[in-house]
């Protein structure tokens, strides 16, 4: 049997939408998503570059940058080391999968439920973030795929430019710290005017 | 009271009506005024009171430099105490008060201290005040704070909110007046990201005087609102300019409003970081220092022009414009041409040819002259230097004393400022920064000059910024040349002659503190408070440092002036704390768990970051009746505690038992896969930095635990280990804290519990003994065990992957029912691990080694490791050092506190040690504690008093083992 999962990482309790009515705000979703994190064993980083773009076809980016494809995100976190993100079903099952194709060539590490991915997306949402972190958001300084770990709401996050005809960030900050970033999210995209969707749960 | 304000002209909407009140008095303005040009409309010449003197003062400025009109704004949690009229919008409803009057501003009793004078001279406080001692607390402050009154500040909560933004652009341009709407439109057509800030909630500047010009500022505020990417910020005072080109500001989002709208803050706080800065802040007209500058009806010649030109208000009816410099001949034109009175115009230099055209205009003009006094109602007029003069009657005395580019945020940034000799004052020096100044804030005045200074300064940023230099628009025409202005500072005579009004510095305190020996400007303006009031000492600084050096023998420039430092203008505390306060003043960590605790009424309490629960009070329990009684639930039969917040890092690599083995004072590669350890880890000199078990889960596979505290600090003290000092070791790890979520089981009926609960491993002693790691199931989700206690008895933490924590929590609950589980928190977890006598922060405390614990024989007999070496220094091995003990009441019904001293005896000046730790004991029914004492070992059994002078406190203890409960150690493997 498996046991039932409550996807979202969030109180039911908490509202749905918040601050101005009736404007352009910012669309705030939290993301069923299966993260794990690869790092490199000392001297197997094109092995571990290979066997991913393998069985993954994808290529691992470079520092600051993400690269996407097959509905699976590949993001670089730290020299040698990438999160990788693919949909909320293959939560544990791409941990083990990727621990079978990288055996001896990169730790991997689960990271599945010690991360929450949330989105943002709005007219307005870089000048939400502009009330919660220092980095230059600006298309022409942060284009879309671009990736950081920066302070957002003065806790550690991985911050992603999404690009898309509407602005769109995608927020990876540990689960511990997520209904603290989504209250500072909320206050600071008050005068705008927010929606929040949770995880949607398991259909019964 | 008849209104001053003139038919027409001007940037205010005569055709609506705002109504305000100032000193509870009611009066009308119109939108575009501020609450100095509305007063002033409405006649109103008395102000205020002056901070030490309590002399009668008016309005003097038309901006952030004023020194007089300060009020206190609005009512009730919005009161703001010394916000400047001038610098207030008007808003229907505005309810405003002036200050430093008591009884009333017309008749105000403090200004006796005016007649005082002489004993009130600079350096009066540090004179009389520093004997007795005991005389300043309780005579003199208070008296001094009664009578230099400045605002009251709210005595209510702040009902407000305010928040931080955070902008990066390729040019920022701090001032729009013609200089800065031309820099900004030559930077933005180049195709720069520019954003321009402007104070006022007009951008505009010195246009917004010109009528002139008035087509031209629109047009050029129409282009750059055109432009996507330039950015127009108005009520935003850039108040600091930092390295890094990282300017800050505040922008009065609501100020102007009775009360924010919902949902906006009432000011932001703005950070900017550009690559290319141009500050185009204009410039500052300077005061002349004279007998009676100070009486209401003074005003500067740039002032009174603004009220005439941009608010159509007239300042006075009988005018006396007295200058050293051409710009003041604009005012007095414009004075005539409002025409209700005589105006003279009087200035210091003996030719201007200027002076015909203003005679023409029925100007009475006074060449080579001086304003010898000035009371309020008559000026005296004289040739420059002579004895005797004539009485001018006036209501109004316009004073230019020449302009000051405003070169605080250049100086900020680290420019030394240059002296100017034509225009007798400082210009910006070479820039050290990506900066430049342009317009009048380079000291190049007149519109049309100003503008072809911008809109160079722009392509100019434009380019450094890597843009081209593509811009085109038209400039006004340049104005014609001026003359040259004449060294000016002060008319020397009987009475008061300010050089700064807000702090009451005469120019006879300058004199006074160069012959007291404060003789450089720094020390000069300490010595008198010269420019350290709120206007920054904008009108008379350099003033100030004309007659300083006059006194020293030397030239001005010699003497120079204060250093500039931020803030240009006062900053309220709550916007630079922005959205940072109250529950949002620190990050706040939850555990998977947290949503569970508080729908069963757990009493949760901030430990460090996170928020745990204390204890789970049922209805009726008060005091320590919760914790007793999960205490006891675990220590009878079985509990369970969310122990969640330890650090976990996942260590993975052919080399990660070696990395463990040099971190931990014990050894790690020895470990069997299924197994975990206690492990102890030192600081690079030999103190204890953090304990907590680590599990061997495949031959390079680990999994350490830290204290809650650490976890942040054991991930960088192992990067720094990796990264510089190992890096030969294959090794890699990450923080695993929020992945899994972890219950402790604890109580003799924890096994009974989980053989319930866990499928899929056999938890039999034998099977899975003390200190076994092992994979299952519980509820279905695949869970790690751990047999480790805390509590002292049988029990298993349970790591689960943090999204199912709740399910597998709630499965253990409903698998313990049988056997009376109940949930725990950190008091009871607190009060058993005392009785266990486990080290944890108080006595892991960044002072204590590991024998000093009690755990000097973990450390391994060979192999290197972090710590060994300064560990054996003299002072740390020396085995007199306090030694952790146990400590129980004598009396059982004495309570012990953590801080207390052990002593021989009360009274004792002899401290042997401190309590660290103490708690009620449920097995000993009794205060008990830890305690570090030395020489503690030989001291086991005797008894010796834990004193508290602070609470006047001594309790007789008995020293015995730490571990108050099973020394032996047998429960947890039972």
Redesign the interface.
């Known amino acids: 049997?498996?046991?039932?999962?409550?996807?979202s990482?969030f109180?039911a309790?908490r509202p749905l939408s918040g601050?101005?009515s009736g404007g352009d705000g910012l669309a705030i979703t939290e993301q069923h998503a299966a993260l794990v994190?690869i790092?490199?064993?000392?001297g197997r980083h094109n092995d571990v570059t290979a066997t991913i773009g393998r069985v993954l076809a994808l290529d691992l980016p470079p520092p600051g940058r993400t690269t996407s494809g097959s509905g699976r995100t590949a993001v670089w976190i730290q020299p040698g080391?990438w999160l990788i993100r693919a949909p909320g079903d293959q939560k544990?099952q791409l941990a083990s999968n990727l621990r079978q194709s990288l055996d001896g060539m990169?730790?991997v590490?689960?990271?599945?439920?010690?991360?929450s991915v949330i989105e943002l997306s709005g007219k307005h949402a870089e000048?939400v973030l502009?009330?919660l972190?220092?980095l230059?958001l600006?298309e022409?300084?942060f284009a879309a795929g671009s990736s950081a770990s920066t302070l957002v709401?003065?806790?550690s996050c991985q911050l992603i430019s999404l690009g898309g005809p509407v602005p769109s960030f995608g927020l990876i900050v540990?689960?511990?710290?997520a209904?603290?970033l989504l209250?500072?999210l909320q206050?600071?995209a008050?005068?705008y005017?927010w929606t929040f969707q949770p995880a949607p749960d398991v259909a019964a | 009271m008849t209104s001053k304000r003139l038919p027409s002209g001007g940037l205010v909407d005569r055709r609506t009506t705002i109504r305000f009140t100032f000193d509870g008095r009611s009066f009308v303005g119109h939108p575009g005024d501020t609450l100095a040009s509305a007063l002033l409309a409405n006649g109103v010449r008395l102000v205020g009171r002056s901070f030490k003197y309590h002399r009668p003062r008016g309005i003097m400025t038309a901006g952030p430099e004023e020194p007089n009109a300060l009020v206190e704004l609005r009512e009730g949690a919005r009161r703001e105490p010394n916000t400047k009229a001038t610098e207030i919008e008007l808003h229907d409803g505005l309810v405003s008060a002036s200050q430093n009057r008591w009884p009333s501003l017309a008749f105000d009793l403090m200004s006796i201290n005016s007649l005082a004078g002489s004993a009130l001279s600079a350096g009066f406080y540090y004179k009389t005040f520093m004997w007795p001692r005991s005389f300043w607390e309780k005579l003199y402050e208070p008296l001094i704070r009664r009578a230099a009154g400045l605002g009251r500040a709210a005595s209510q909560p702040d009902p407000d909110h305010y928040?931080?933004?955070?902008?990066?652009c390729d040019v920022l341009v701090v001032g729009s007046g013609a200089a800065g709407l031309a820099a900004a439109r030559a930077a933005g057509e180049a195709g720069a990201?520019v954003i321009l800030c402007e104070r006022d909630f007009a951008p505009g500047g010195g246009l917004l005087l010109s009528p002139a010009d008035a087509a031209w500022r629109r047009e050029m505020l129409a282009a750059l609102d055109a432009m996507p990417d330039v950015q127009i910020l108005t009520r935003t005072n850039v108040f600091g300019y930092y390295d890094h080109n990282l300017l800050g500001a505040v922008e009065r989002v609501a100020d102007h409003k009775a009360a924010p709208d919902?949902?906006?803050?009432r000011q932001r706080y703005r950070?900017f970081?550009a690559r290319q800065v141009i500050l185009a802040t204009g410039a500052s007209e300077r005061l002349i220092a004279f007998p009676g500058n100070d009486r209401p009806g003074v005003m500067m010649a740039g002032a009174a022009l603004t009220y005439l030109r941009r608010f159509g208000v007239a300042p006075g009816r009988d005018a006396v414009v007295f200058t050293n410099n051409d710009s003041a001949y604009e005012t007095a034109l414009a004075l005539a041409e409002a025409g209700s009175g005589k105006v003279t115009l009087v200035d210091v230099r003996s030719q201007n040819a200027l002076a015909g055209e203003v005679s023409a205009r029925g100007i009475d003009v006074r060449l080579g002259s001086e304003v010898a006094s000035f009371d309020g109602k008559t000026a005296v007029l004289r040739r420059r230097g002579g004895m005797s003069g004539d009485r001018v009657v006036a209501d109004l005395v316009c004073l230019s004393g020449g302009w000051n580019p405003n070169v605080q945020l250049a100086s900020q940034s680290g420019a030394r400022p240059r002296w100017d000799y034509a225009l007798t004052s400082h210009v910006p020096g070479e820039p050290v920064q990506a900066e430049q100044s342009a317009g009048a804030a380079s000291g190049i005045f007149g519109i049309g000059a100003a503008a072809q200074d911008g809109a160079t300064a722009g392509r100019r940023a434009a380019a450094a910024a890597g843009f081209g230099t593509a811009s085109d628009f038209v400039l006004p025409e340049l104005g014609r040349t001026e003359q040259p202005i004449a060294a000016f500072w002060e008319v020397k005579g009987a009475g008061k002659s300010f050089v700064d009004l807000q702090h009451d510095v005469t120019a006879a305190d300058i004199r006074l503190a160069h012959r007291e020996g404060f003789s450089h400007v720094e020390h000069a303006k300490r010595y008198t408070t010269h420019g350290m009031a709120t206007d920054q000492g904008k009108l008379g600084s350099l003033v100030g440092s004309a007659i300083l050096a006059e006194a020293r023998g030397e030239p001005v420039e010699a003497v120079g002036v204060p250093t500039h430092r931020p803030y240009t203008m006062p900053v309220a505390f709550g916007a630079l704390a922005g959205?940072?306060s109250g529950a949002?003043f620190?990050?706040?960590?939850?555990?998977?768990l947290?949503?569970w605790h508080?729908r069963h009424g757990a009493a949760m309490q901030p430990t460090g970051a996170?928020l745990r629960p204390f204890f789970y009070p049922k209805p009726g329990e008060t005091g320590w009746d919760p914790i007793f009684r999960e205490a006891r639930a675990v220590r009878s039969s079985v509990g369970i505690c969310d122990v969640?917040t330890l650090g976990k890092i996942?260590v993975?690599?052919?080399d990660a038992a070696t990395f463990l083995d040099r971190l931990y004072i014990n050894t790690f590669s020895t470990l069997a896969v299924g197994k975990c350890r206690y492990g102890v880890m030192l600081r690079e000199d030999g103190i204890v930095f953090d304990d907590g078990t680590t599990s061997r889960l495949a031959e390079d596979h680990f999994l350490v635990t830290t204290t809650t505290g650490n976890a942040a600090p054991m991930l960088e003290h192992m990067e720094f280990h990796a990264q510089t000092v190992w890096p030969e070791l294959?090794v890699?790890?990450?923080?695993?804290?929020?992945?899994?979520a972890q219950i402790a089981v604890a109580g003799p009926k924890s096994r009974e519990t989980l053989a319930v609960a866990v499928e899929g491993l056999d938890l039999a002693n034998d099977a899975f003994p003390f200190m076994g790691v092992g994979e299952g199931r519980i509820?279905?989700?695949?869970v790690r065990l751990f047999r480790i206690s805390f509590s002292g008895e049988l029990a298993y933490e349970i790591a689960v992957?943090?999204?199912?924590a709740?399910?597998v929590w709630e499965a253990i609950l409903a698998a313990g029912k049988p056997f009376g589980i109940v949930p725990y928190g950190l008091e009871a977890m607190s009060l058993m691990r005392v009785e266990k006598g486990h080290a944890a922060g108080p006595e892991l405390n960044g002072q204590t080694t590991a024998a000093d614990l009690g755990m000097g024989r973990m450390m391994k007999k060979s192999g290197d490791v972090i710590g060994r070496v300064l560990a054996g220094r003299r002072g740390l091995a020396d085995p007199g050092r306090p030694r952790l003990v146990g400590i129980r009441s004598v009396d059982a019904s004495k309570r012990l506190r953590g801080g207390a001293h052990i002593v021989r005896e009360p009274g004792s000046g002899t401290s042997m040690g401190w309590v660290s730790s103490t708690t009620q004991s449920i097995e000993h029914n009794c205060w008990i504690g830890l305690a570090l004492l030395e020489n503690g070992e030989t001291l086991k059994g005797q008894r010796l008093f834990a004193v508290s002078p602070l609470h006047d406190e001594s309790v007789e203890v008995t020293i015995t083992s730490p571990h108050h409960v099973d020394p032996e150690n047998a429960r947890v493997r039972a």
């Open positions: 049997m498996s046991a039932p999962d409550r996807r990482r109180p309790s601050g101005r994190q790092t490199a064993r000392k080391s544990g990169a730790a590490v689960d990271q599945s439920h010690g991360r000048a502009a009330r972190c220092r230059d600006h022409r300084a709401g003065h806790v540990g689960s511990t710290l209904e603290w209250d500072e206050a600071a008050a005068s005017g | 928040e931080a933004m955070h902008a990066h990201r919902a949902h906006e803050v950070t970081r959205h940072a949002h620190q990050p706040v960590r939850r555990t998977a947290h949503d508080l996170w969640s996942d993975q690599g052919p294959d890699q790890f990450c923080s695993v804290t929020d992945q899994w509820a279905g989700v695949p992957p943090s999204g199912q709740e399910t």
